[in-house]
């Protein structure tokens, strides 16, 4: 019942920086925790990053802690990834998913997922 939409992909140079968001919609309740995904090629879906339903909460995959900051914005019904110091094997799609109940970091505990957005960092 949830339609998630991800922006703010693209191309950039290493260091710089881009912010990713995915605008939920289709729902009457609209409190999910969030979180973020990414897939290279030839690997796995990940975890990157995610937000507990109150946005009190947020996890972090470790190769990002520090550089990659989670947010919410609850009235715009929109989850942010501010991504910041891209490195080059940041390069992935990354996918915005919602789960009903809590901010897991397993990929199968989530219900809804975006279509992706193309992130590419050149060196």
């Known amino acids: 019942q949830v339609q998630l939409v991800e922006s703010g992909g693209g191309l950039v140079q290493a260091g710089g920086s881009l912010r990713l968001s995915c605008a939920a919609s289709?729902?009457?309740?609209?409190?999910?925790?969030m979180a973020w995904f990414r897939q290279a090629p030839g690997k796995e879906r990940e975890f990157v990053a995610g937000?507990?339903?109150?946005?009190?909460?947020?996890s972090y995959e470790d190769s990002v802690k520090g550089r990659f900051t989670v947010s919410r914005d609850s009235a715009k019904n929109t989850v942010y990834l501010q991504m910041n110091n891209l490195k080059p094997e940041d390069t992935a799609v990354y996918y915005c998913?919602?789960?009903?109940?809590?901010?897991?970091?397993?990929?199968?505990?989530?219900?809804?997922w975006g279509q992706g957005t193309q992130v590419t960092v050149s060196s």
């Open positions: 998913a919602a789960n009903l109940f809590s901010l897991l970091r397993a990929p199968g505990y989530y219900n809804f």
């Open positions: 289709g729902r009457t309740s609209s409190s999910y925790a």
């Open positions: 937000i507990s339903k109150s946005g009190v909460s947020t």
